[in-house]
């Protein structure tokens, strides 16, 4: 006997999120069902058009001889071709897929360490989602833009220091819909390590002038002078530093460190060399 024409039950019209079938079966026959586009965790992606490939095997009894083109009619499917037990039914795109969740943003609360917004829920809507980082005075406050910071990663730095950040995700492409992060607070960090910009020899004395370094977004409060040789000491809370005591006619070279409400910078790199004259 010939397998009845008419529609193909058991196909599953894709469906953003649902999970594709890939096998049916009728009273007559048995089939698979192999589809054109990849799937996203073993379910069909948002956004796609999607063309299954049925192949249809006559259970004993029965054959396909004969069925013409009546086995072409396939529920949801915009059209549909047979040919010999296979048949083709193309379905209109699968709807864009809303963003349902946006993990915390990865990275230490500090100045300059740079921070990642969280992945996004369904998985891989990160390569279609847009960004904007946003600052406020407190963690439940009203967040404000901050310019220009539309990427998936942000440095903040000294102006950050004691306010909140939030990141926004907007979907695009295959997604839709916005999610905000959950706030992190920005902390200040040590000082970077300081440099030298001028070095004025003196009558027993080397002032020494430090060349501008970033302070971690925190004030700098007290700096440390080292002379080499002699290990003389001196500390200044500004960052002209007078190093007294020296040896005229010898040559020094310094290392300088610089404090802020946080702790320590690390040591610089030796200066050059400068030597004491006498008047």
């Not at 970033?214 to 500004?238: C, E, F, I, M, Q």
């Not at 960052?239 to 802020?260: D, M, Q, R």
């Amino acid at each position: 006997a010939t397998v009845a024409s008419g529609t193909i039950p058991g196909v599953t019209p894709p469906v953003t999120g649902a999970t594709p079938k890939t096998t049916l079966t009728a009273t007559t026959y048995t089939g698979t069902i192999v589809w054109d586009k990849p799937f996203i965790a073993g379910k069909f992606a948002p956004n796609t058009i999607y063309t299954a490939t049925i192949n249809l095997t006559p259970k004993a009894g029965f054959t396909l001889i004969g069925i013409g083109l009546g086995y072409s009619s396939v529920d949801g499917a915009t059209s549909t071709d047979n040919s010999g037990g296979v048949v083709t039914a193309a379905f209109p795109p699968t709807a864009v897929a809303p963003i349902t969740a946006m993990g915390a943003i990865i990275g230490t609360g500090k100045a300059g360490s740079v921070l990642t917004a969280g992945a996004l829920t369904p998985s891989g809507a990160d390569a279609t989602a847009t960004y904007q980082w946003k600052i406020s005075d407190t963690a439940s406050g009203t967040y404000t833009d901050i310019p220009s910071e539309t990427n998936k990663t942000y440095t903040p730095w000294g102006d950050a220091v004691g306010k909140y950040i939030k990141v926004e995700a907007t979907g695009n492409g295959d997604y839709s819909g916005t999610r905000l992060s959950a706030a992190k607070l920005i902390t200040a960090v040590v000082p970077d390590k300081p440099n030298f910009a001028l070095l004025t020899p003196g009558n027993g004395q080397v002032t020494i002038q430090t060349g501008p370094s970033w302070d971690g977004g925190s004030p700098v409060t007290l700096w440390t002078a080292t002379a080499s040789p002699g290990g003389k000491t001196v500390t200044s809370s500004t960052s002209e530093i007078i190093v007294t005591g020296l040896t005229n006619g010898i040559p020094y070279t310094f290392t300088v460190k610089a404090k802020n409400a946080i702790g320590t910078s690390p040591v610089s790199d030796p200066s050059d060399s400068a030597t004491p004259i006498g008047p």
